[in-house]
């Protein structure tokens, strides 16, 4: 089976759409640039599904790899039979593929390889036939003082050891046991004794149990976890009694003395190494489970929030919040240059924060600013607070995630931007930026620390390093961006140029000044034809000479909709003004060989609202003034909050008292939900309740659910809970019939 056929057949699709994404993505095609450019090709398919052609082809590539360099070792061997060459070029899966390979792969001396050394071969070989004969007198002809076997028992333990290896390697023997493991294994989770305090945090874990397949992801991390700090203990656990009838009915053929001594044998190799090599692969398997939901997760929540509402190009003023140390303060333009900077000391004392209000006031007026970012650090809910008390009617007051903001002023990109002023003046440009535009700011911060994860760095850090960049990359390029005012940070994400042709085109605008069209982007050196195809149609030039430079239209378009325009009487920057002309566009006239609907319609609706932000609107928001700490809340409390990081588990949302309350899972809604995304999404307003708090925990628990229904319910409801009724009734009939009916079939009537 062709990988093109065998990941059509595993993700539902043709092989023709997969060959081709293929093709593709072989030619240096970006998984963006395929999905909005290509979809004649593909048949439209959406990134997800490119990604995941993508990453399962370099799956099976990699299993190609490690084929070809186990067929060497094995013909090296001299142990490369036709049937073994066949297995080895059947195997599906690495695991499979390792379990062959395993009685043959090289490795330390074991008392397997001892006894052999010794010449024990034959003798575990005839033992395993089973056949009737005198085991004790069969040993004895292997007695051989010189080899260290002075004695028939002596021979019988070597061949019982040859055999134990020969059952545990069995690649069959060794897939059963790995299902049965993964069907039937309990993880099973104890406190460190005498560290019952220090371990609070695992309070829940300290004596856990629970089935291997049924754990979720944030459970199994967080077990890990606490493994790993040594506070925990952690086991995974499965009856003998599930296992060893299987290697019985394998390996026992007979009752007579040869069977006892396969028994012995079989008992020492599920014990010394099968179990063992088992649960090193079985807590490998768990954890690659929970690390791939830990990262969609993660990564989801990022997406989320690089995806969040941008305030656009206002005049901004940023200030990043503290106690002693006095709030760092700065103003930026509408295209985040810092105007001026200075620090004030609103909470020290009258003087200091009379101080503090004529600054502000000064400074606002000064830059004409619009809105106020607030960091929510250390001293935040108290800033916001001074600063609404000065009362700005037209001013914009927010308050602003700063998570990050202290890796970026610390980074090489920040002193690079802002090398005469400190770190503190850094972090307030960010926490400014942040506000005006996210997805700009956000990308000059590792995806790992701009506060969306819970276990990030629990993970494999390989995996997600490539999520997040997937996730990064996907963001950008379905916003597209400015190519005369955006930072080589963000050019490095678009589809087909990376941190070395950003830096070109950075270089080359400085020395020529704006780009004037697209078309003089290949002048820029080492970007060559397809580094441009792939480009082009994510970068904006907003005024230039060609209108649709300004849109997502690309280039190799450019004379279609020419010919629209021309066929219309009309030139292109009539058909983006003026909705009555685009109606009048017949696409069907446009269709060709290379040319499609998707495409013909995509053109339209750039053509509709050229270069349009497929982010929300910004709204402005506030948390309830007064409740600033844990201290503060009281249960009952209904208060706004916004959502700062999704789980499967639940939501965690920032009600303003410097820690986020988890709304757990039951708690988002009066129905039932299954995944927390199909109520919130990141940096979403909600209103919540307050059910309980924890101080000595330092937890709060929320909910979302409203206020229940009235009792009386309107003749439409009663009319599906009726339906709903005679459904799970219908339903349970049902089954017990098909229960009676196989009951039946196996006992008679």
């Given at each position: 089976?062709?990988?093109?056929?065998?990941?059509?057949?595993?993700?539902?699709?043709?092989?023709?759409?997969?060959?081709?994404?293929?093709?593709?993505?072989?030619?240096?095609a970006?998984?963006?640039?395929?999905?909005?450019?290509?979809?004649?090709?593909?048949?439209?398919?959406?990134?997800?599904?490119?990604t995941?052609?993508?990453?399962?082809?370099?799956?099976?590539?990699?299993?190609?790899?490690?084929?070809?360099?186990?067929?060497?070792?094995?013909?090296?061997?001299?142990?490369?039979?036709?049937?073994?060459?066949?297995?080895?070029?059947?195997?599906?899966?690495?695991?499979?593929?390792?379990?062959?390979?395993?009685?043959?792969?090289?490795?330390?001396?074991?008392?397997?390889?001892?006894?052999?050394?010794?010449?024990?071969?034959?003798?575990?070989?005839?033992?395993?036939?089973?056949?009737?004969?005198?085991?004790?007198?069969?040993?004895?002809?292997?007695?051989?003082t010189?080899?260290?076997?002075?004695?028939?028992?002596?021979?019988?333990?070597?061949?019982?050891?040859?055999?134990?290896?020969?059952?545990?390697?069995?690649?069959?023997?060794?897939?059963?046991?790995?299902?049965v493991?993964?069907?039937?294994?309990?993880?099973?989770?104890?406190?460190?004794?005498?560290k019952?305090e220090?371990?609070?945090?695992?309070?829940?874990?300290?004596?856990?149990?629970?089935?291997?397949?049924?754990?979720?992801?944030?459970?199994?991390?967080?077990?890990?976890?606490?493994?790993?700090?040594?506070?925990?203990?952690?086991?995974?656990?499965?009856?003998?009694?599930?296992?060893l009838?299987?290697?019985?009915?394998?390996?026992?053929?007979?009752?007579?003395?040869?069977?006892?001594?396969?028994?012995?044998?079989?008992?020492?190799?599920?014990?010394?190494?099968?179990?063992?090599?088992?649960?090193?692969?079985?807590?490998?398997?768990?954890?690659?489970?929970?690390?791939?939901e830990?990262?969609?997760?993660?990564?989801?929540?990022?997406?989320?929030?690089?995806?969040?509402?941008?305030?656009?190009?206002?005049?901004?003023?940023?200030?990043?919040?503290?106690?002693?140390?006095?709030?760092?303060?700065?103003?930026?333009?509408?295209?985040?240059?810092?105007?001026?900077?200075?620090?004030?000391?609103?909470?020290?004392?009258a003087?200091?924060?009379?101080?503090?209000?004529?600054?502000?006031?000064?400074l606002?007026e000064?830059?004409?600013?619009?809105?106020?970012?607030?960091?929510?650090?250390?001293?935040?809910?108290?800033?916001?607070?001074?600063?609404?008390?000065?009362?700005?009617?037209?001013?914009?007051?927010?308050?602003?995630?700063?998570?990050?903001?202290?890796?970026?002023?610390?980074?090489?990109v920040?002193?690079?931007?802002?090398?005469?002023?400190?770190?503190?003046?850094?972090?307030?440009?960010?926490?400014?930026?942040?506000?005006?535009?996210?997805?700009?700011?956000?990308?000059?911060i590792?995806?790992?620390?701009?506060?969306?994860g819970?276990?990030?760095?629990?993970?494999?850090?390989?995996?997600?390093?490539?999520?997040?960049?997937?996730?990064?990359?996907?963001?950008?390029?379905?916003?597209?961006?400015?190519?005369?005012?955006?930072?080589?940070?963000?050019?490095?994400?678009?589809?087909?140029?990376?941190?070395?042709?950003?830096?070109?085109?950075?270089?080359?605008?400085?020395t020529h000044?704006?780009?004037?069209?697209?078309?003089?982007?290949?002048?820029?050196?080492?970007?060559?034809?397809?580094?441009?195809?792939?480009?082009?149609?994510?970068?904006?030039?907003?005024?230039?000479?060609?209108?649709?430079?300004?849109?997502?239209?690309?280039?190799?378009?450019y004379?279609?909709?020419?010919?629209?325009?021309?066929?219309?009487?009309?030139?292109?920057?009539?058909?983006?003004?003026?909705?009555?002309?685009?109606?009048?566009?017949?696409?069907?006239?446009?269709?060709?060989?290379?040319?499609?609907?998707?495409?013909?319609?995509?053109?339209?609706?750039?053509?509709?609202?050229?270069?349009?932000?497929?982010?929300?609107?910004?709204?402005?928001?506030?948390?309830?003034?007064?409740?600033?700490?844990?201290?503060?809340?009281?249960?009952?409390?209904?208060?706004?909050?916004?959502?700062?990081?999704?789980?499967?588990?639940?939501?965690?949302?920032?009600?303003?008292?410097?820690?986020?309350?988890?709304?757990?899972?039951?708690?988002?809604?009066n129905?039932?939900?299954?995944?927390?995304?199909?109520?919130?999404?990141?940096?979403?307003?909600v209103?919540?309740?307050?059910?309980e708090?924890?101080?000595?925990?330092?937890?709060?628990?929320?909910?979302?659910?409203?206020?229940?229904?009235?009792?009386?319910?309107?003749?439409?409801?009663?009319?599906?809970?009726?339906?709903?009724?005679?459904?799970?009734?219908?339903?349970?009939?049902?089954?017990?019939?098909?229960?009676?009916?196989?009951?039946?079939?196996?006992?008679?009537?």
């Amino acid at each position: 089976m062709t990988h093109e056929i065998r990941i059509s057949k595993e993700l539902a699709l043709s092989e023709r759409q997969v060959s081709t994404t293929i093709a593709l993505l072989d030619e240096g095609a970006t998984v963006p640039f395929i999905s909005r450019y290509r979809k004649e090709l593909t048949g439209s398919l959406d990134e997800v599904q490119i990604t995941n052609i993508r990453d399962r082809l370099q799956q099976l590539r990699e299993l190609d790899k490690r084929r070809e360099v186990i067929l060497k070792s094995l013909a090296d061997q001299g142990k490369l039979t036709p049937d073994l060459e066949k297995l080895v070029n059947g195997a599906e899966t690495m695991a499979n593929l390792e379990d062959i390979y395993l009685p043959y792969k090289p490795k330390r001396r074991t008392r397997a390889s001892i006894a052999r050394e010794k010449g024990l071969e034959p003798l575990a070989l005839l033992i395993l036939e089973q056949r009737e004969m005198d085991i004790r007198l069969a040993a004895e002809t292997f007695i051989a003082t010189d080899k260290g076997i002075n004695d028939a028992e002596e021979a019988l333990a070597g061949a019982r050891d040859i055999i134990a290896e020969i059952i545990a390697e069995d690649a069959s023997i060794r897939a059963q046991t790995r299902k049965v493991f993964l069907e039937k294994g309990q993880f099973v989770s104890r406190v460190v004794p005498g560290k019952e305090e220090a371990a609070l945090k695992y309070k829940d874990y300290y004596e856990w149990s629970e089935p291997l397949k049924t754990a979720p992801s944030h459970r199994i991390l967080a077990m890990r976890r606490g493994e790993k700090e040594e506070m925990l203990y952690l086991d995974i656990e499965i009856p003998e009694s599930e296992v060893l009838p299987l290697l019985d009915n394998a390996y026992i053929t007979g009752a007579g003395a040869a069977s006892a001594q396969v028994r012995i044998a079989m008992l020492d190799g599920y014990k010394r190494l099968l179990k063992p090599s088992m649960e090193t692969e079985v807590r490998m398997l768990t954890r690659q489970r929970a690390d791939e939901e830990a990262i969609r997760v993660f990564a989801e929540n990022a997406r989320q929030l690089l995806l969040a509402a941008p305030l656009g190009q206002k005049r901004v003023m940023a200030i990043d919040p503290g106690f002693r140390t006095g709030c760092k303060t700065v103003c930026l333009d509408e295209q985040g240059a810092l105007l001026e900077n200075t620090a004030i000391f609103p909470h020290n004392g009258a003087a200091k924060t009379e101080e503090a209000a004529k600054t502000l006031r000064y400074l606002i007026e000064k830059h004409q600013i619009h809105a106020i970012a607030i960091g929510n650090g250390t001293a935040g809910r108290e800033t916001e607070d001074f600063v609404r008390k000065l009362s700005f009617p037209e001013v914009i007051i927010v308050m602003v995630n700063e998570s990050g903001a202290s890796i970026y002023s610390a980074s090489e990109v920040a002193r690079e931007e802002f090398s005469d002023y400190d770190i503190t003046v850094r972090g307030a440009v960010s926490i400014g930026r942040r506000l005006m535009d996210p997805l700009a700011e956000l990308v000059k911060i590792d995806p790992k620390s701009i506060g969306v994860g819970q276990y990030q760095h629990d993970v494999d850090q390989t995996k997600l390093q490539s999520a997040l960049d997937d996730t990064v990359i996907s963001c950008v390029n379905a916003v597209g961006v400015e190519l005369n005012t955006a930072s080589k940070q963000i050019l490095a994400y678009i589809s087909g140029l990376g941190p070395s042709l950003a830096q070109q085109i950075v270089n080359y605008r400085n020395t020529h000044g704006a780009f004037k069209n697209r078309e003089s982007l290949k002048a820029v050196p080492r970007l060559g034809e397809k580094a441009y195809e792939q480009a082009a149609g994510f970068l904006r030039i907003r005024n230039a000479g060609n209108p649709l430079d300004a849109s997502a239209v690309h280039p190799e378009r450019y004379s279609l909709v020419q010919q629209m325009a021309a066929d219309l009487g009309c030139h292109v920057a009539d058909l983006l003004r003026d909705e009555k002309l685009r109606k009048q566009i017949d696409l069907k006239r446009y269709l060709s060989d290379s040319v499609g609907m998707p495409t013909l319609q995509d053109i339209l609706a750039e053509l509709a609202k050229p270069g349009r932000d497929p982010r929300e609107q910004f709204e402005q928001f506030s948390f309830t003034e007064g409740v600033n700490s844990v201290a503060d809340l009281r249960t009952g409390m209904r208060l706004p909050g916004i959502v700062t990081n999704i789980t499967n588990f639940g939501a965690f949302v920032d009600i303003g008292v410097h820690q986020d309350g988890l709304v757990h899972l039951s708690q988002l809604a009066n129905r039932y939900v299954k995944d927390p995304n199909e109520v919130v999404k990141v940096q979403q307003k909600v209103m919540v309740t307050v059910t309980e708090v924890d101080e000595k925990r330092n937890r709060i628990s929320l909910s979302m659910k409203t206020a229940e229904e009235p009792a009386a319910t309107t003749k439409k409801q009663h009319g599906h809970h009726k339906a709903r009724k005679t459904e799970r009734s219908n339903k349970g009939e049902g089954d017990m019939a098909s229960k009676l009916a196989a009951l039946k079939s196996k006992f008679g009537s």
